[in-house]
């Protein structure tokens, strides 16, 4: 689904092409993309990226796109992965005592997020704290959640709006009907539709994305 055709889908559903809607499409859309980046956590959002860091350097600068970790491995000099530990960053600051005493460095056991922006124009973007300070450079793998462009962005389509296309297209018609002021009943069927679809798309991502039937066989639902 393209962009003009969600348009088009929610001035059809709401039945308004009135100007100042119109020319908040995009807004609402943006909102929309934004509650269900929040409520579902697609692994498709998911990256994984390489990178290092150098001796004495207590600092380690985040993708530009990053969001939140899942976790971060310090490769040895055998080629091991050592898992940090994501830590609040006081406690960082407390375990590292004097971050300039050489003696007291070594492979990095603990990390935490010291600021958390997007990187702008004017900004470097989110950057982790790490301790001990390094003895010597290291490789690092980081895997995280990025939070992905927009429909109003990338207009032929979004992994999104091709592949959450009704829980898209409901979150829209929540967010145009709410800024409609549209009558209570039907805001009400919008924001139901919209739940039952963020509970499918939960069950394909949270649920039989996590687990293979090797070990537990088909995803099986109470009976009630």
């Given amino acids: 689904m393209t962009l003009a055709e969600l348009k088009t889908l929610i001035q059809n559903f709401v039945q308004s092409t009135e100007t100042?809607?119109?020319n908040t499409l995009d807004d609402i859309i943006k909102n929309?993309?934004?509650?269900?980046?929040?409520?579902?956590q697609f692994d498709f959002f998911r990256k994984t990226v390489s990178g290092n860091v150098s001796t004495g350097t207590r600092f380690l600068?985040?993708?530009?796109?990053?969001v939140l970790s899942f976790s971060l491995a310090i490769i040895d000099g055998n080629g091991d992965y050592r898992y940090a530990d994501l830590k609040?960053?006081?406690?960082?600051?407390?375990?590292?005592?004097?971050?300039t005493d050489a003696t007291l460095r070594g492979l990095p056991l603990y990390y935490a997020q010291l600021d958390k922006e997007l990187s702008t124009g004017s900004d470097n973007g989110s950057t982790f704290l790490i301790a001990p300070v390094p003895d010597a450079d290291y490789n690092v793998e980081l895997q995280y959640l990025y939070k992905?462009?927009?429909?109003?962005?990338?207009?032929t389509g979004t992994w999104l709006s091709k592949n959450a296309r009704n829980g898209l297209l409901y979150a829209c018609l929540v967010e145009a009907y709410t800024f409609l002021?549209?009558?209570?009943d039907l805001l009400q069927l919008y924001e139901t539709r919209y739940n039952q679809e963020v509970q499918?798309?939960?069950?394909?991502a949270e649920a039989r994305g996590r687990q293979d039937e090797f070990r537990y066989d088909a995803l099986r639902k109470p009976v009630t």
């Fill in 20 to 22: 100042t809607f119109t």
């Fill in 32 to 40: 929309a993309e934004e509650r269900l980046f929040e409520e579902v």
């Fill in 61 to 66: 600068t985040c993708p530009s796109d990053y």
């Fill in 88 to 99: 609040h960053p006081t406690f960082i600051q407390q375990y590292l005592e004097d971050p």
């Fill in 148 to 155: 992905p462009n927009s429909l109003v962005t990338d207009t």
């Fill in 181 to 184: 002021k549209g009558e209570p």
């Fill in 200 to 204: 499918r798309l939960k069950n394909r």
